[in-house]
């Protein structure tokens, strides 16, 4: 097998008919684990004198792994596979969200006030004053989860019908860690005036948008119009939301690392949705010296370019105006900040950097620098990834972002509130608990929704 790690995002459940001879459980167990997977559980669920039927779950590496345990247990004597539940799928089924009411309907008397004929008031209510449907309708507490499919995870293009999965889970961590009730808006075009023209068509259901996995450079100009267009808050996680963590992270790091913002020198690679937004972000915390590269090399002015979001990196970063390569700009640099794509260097390149560096290398699956290689040399090391320390993880701003923003009936968002959220992400880790490894909260601590919530809400009270 592979070195991979199992994941429980391949867990398989095998039900397993085997003798029942002393130690044939054990023997079960033994024989999973020696193909390399992490056995999670064992459940007797048939007994016989003669045979037991034994339920084995465990996290598995990959698709092509599951299939080697089944192989492995059959050919075991008096062992047999009756079937192989991936989990993963099992948790799928009929998808992840369901409607619920909030209010009882058990009689003729609550039927009349929330339907016929008492609802026509409450509608009446609203014509008059249409600024009441967010006090009286589910736009309080709702948020539109949108997406065209065309830039999915790492997965790229995959359409909106794939998608769908991603968007249920997006609105399932929304309530799980915010009580915001979101809902998957999966759009069957690309067209970007369609989808301005759909989502503002949908609004007056929403009292927010969220976009998501829309590819660049479309999804900065949907931002844009909508955010012009439209009188609710509408935020792409894929820019402000990573924007959001990662200076929550440098707040930490640099703390670490006893360094201020303004004199560090920054590299960020990757000059897409991200990179841009999280180059704009730095800088509204003070942040004056970044490279960011690209793969041609470092931007800078002395080159032309048609994408109007390079120009402006361009002309608002790299102040000497280097023009080499991404491993000739993490010579003498404090910080890397990696959005791009995977093993794009090594340890001997982060040897280069300054004393005391910071590296975010946020490429998913596989970073740009691989984390363990990465530590050899830096102070600091961060990663997308969940099973490496300092996971950089937008589920972090996002669920209070928008509890915030729909607590103060926010009509639009501003830096000034992603910068109170990056700092209120960096708070919740307290001066006791900092150190290299936990720069970030975990993605779990009950503290940081309502601790962005609030920091939101504040700064939105005072625009």
């Known amino acids: 097998m592979a070195s991979s790690t199992p994941s429980p995002g391949y867990s398989i459940t095998l039900r397993v008919a085997v003798n029942s001879a002393a130690g044939s459980t054990t023997d079960l167990a033994s024989a999973v684990a020696a193909t390399g997977a992490a056995v999670t559980a064992l459940d007797i669920v048939e007994s016989s004198h003669d045979a037991i039927v034994v339920d084995v779950t465990c996290n598995t590496v990959n698709e092509a792994h599951a299939d080697q345990i089944t192989e492995v247990i059959n050919a075991r004597p008096g062992m047999t596979v009756r079937k192989v539940s991936d989990r993963t799928f099992l948790l799928h089924l009929g998808g992840k969200l369901s409607v619920e009411p909030k209010v009882p309907l058990k009689n003729r008397d609550d039927l009349s006030r929330a339907y016929t004929p008492g609802v026509a008031r409450v509608c009446l209510a609203i014509h008059k004053n249409p600024e009441d449907a967010r006090r009286l309708t589910i736009k309080r507490n709702t948020v539109a989860v949108v997406t065209d499919g065309t830039a999915v995870l790492g997965l790229g293009d995959i359409g909106p019908a794939a998608a769908l999965p991603v968007m249920e889970g997006k609105a399932a961590l929304f309530k799980q860690f915010a009580g915001v009730d979101a809902w998957p808006v999966c759009l069957d075009t690309t067209d970007t005036e369609e989808i301005i023209s759909i989502v503002k068509a949908l609004a007056p259901v929403y009292g927010g948008v969220n976009l998501e996995d829309i590819s660049a450079p479309r999804c900065f100009e949907i931002e844009r119009r909508l955010r012009d267009e439209l009188d609710i808050p ?149 990663t997308g990834r969940s099973d490496f320390p300092n996971q950089i993880n937008n589920v972090l701003a996002f669920p209070g972002l928008f509890r915030g923003l729909l607590d103060a009936a926010a009509a639009d968002i501003t830096t000034a509130m992603l910068v109170a959220a990056a700092e209120a992400i960096a708070n919740c880790v307290s001066a006791e608990e900092l150190n290299p490894s936990y720069i970030v909260p975990s993605v779990f601590d009950a503290r940081v929704a309502p601790a962005v919530a609030e920091a939101v809400a504040g700064q939105a009270g005072r625009s």
């Open 234 to 382: 509408v935020f792409h996680d894929d820019q402000h939301g990573t924007a959001i963590v990662v200076l929550a992270a440098l707040i930490n790091a640099l703390r670490v690392v006893d360094k201020s913002i303004s004199d560090v020198k920054i590299v960020v690679s990757g000059v897409g949705a991200a990179g841009h937004a999280i180059i704009q972000l730095l800088q509204a915390q003070g942040a004056a010296h970044i490279v960011a590269v690209a793969r041609a090399g470092a931007i800078h002015r002395g080159e032309t370019y048609t994408d109007e979001h390079r120009t402006w990196i361009a002309e608002h970063t790299n102040e000497e105006g280097f023009s080499g390569t991404l491993e000739e700009a993490l010579v003498g640099a404090d910080v890397f900040i990696g959005v791009s794509g995977p093993n794009l260097f090594g340890a001997d390149e982060v040897a280069t950097m300054a004393p005391g560096a910071i590296v975010l290398a946020l490429a998913n699956p596989d970073p740009e620098v691989h984390p363990t290689e990465a530590a050899k040399h830096a102070a600091v090391v961060a």
